[in-house]
């Protein structure tokens, strides 16, 4: 059985950080690109960051670029997501999400919350 289980959300002020995690179960993890995505109320859900499963190249959305961070622990099947100089407008419920061939995993989500 697939699993996504993201934790590490919370309640921040603006300029804050939170780490969050997603660990994985139920399928080759190494062999997978993982990323987080985001959805504030009222809005589409929208890429966030990405990792690729060869050379861990990294993707960032302009937003987050320079503030936020992704990286992966092959040998715990967790990804994470370092989240630096928080803004309120990060404010969002956060989704891990797994790709590999055909495959696409979505955990559950974690909330961020940014105060002003």
């Known amino acids: 059985q697939v699993q996504l289980v993201e934790s590490g959300g919370g309640l921040v002020q603006a300029g804050g950080s939170l780490r969050l995690s997603c660990a994985a179960s139920?399928?080759?993890?190494?062999?997978?690109?993982m990323g987080w995505f985001r959805q504030a109320p009222g809005k589409e859900r929208e890429f966030v960051a990405r990792?690729?499963?060869?050379?861990?190249?990294?993707y960032y959305a302009d937003s987050v670029k320079g503030r936020f961070t992704i990286s992966r622990d092959n040998a715990k099947n967790t990804v994470y997501l370092q989240m630096n100089s928080l803004k309120p407008e990060d404010t969002a419920l956060y989704y891990c999400?797994?790709?590999?061939?055909?495959?696409?995993?979505w955990g559950q989500g974690t909330q961020v919350t940014v105060s002003p």
């Open positions: 139920g399928f080759t993890f190494s062999t997978y690109a």
């Open positions: 999400n797994g790709q590999g061939g055909r495959d696409v995993y």
């Open positions: 990792i690729t499963w060869t050379r861990y190249n990294t």
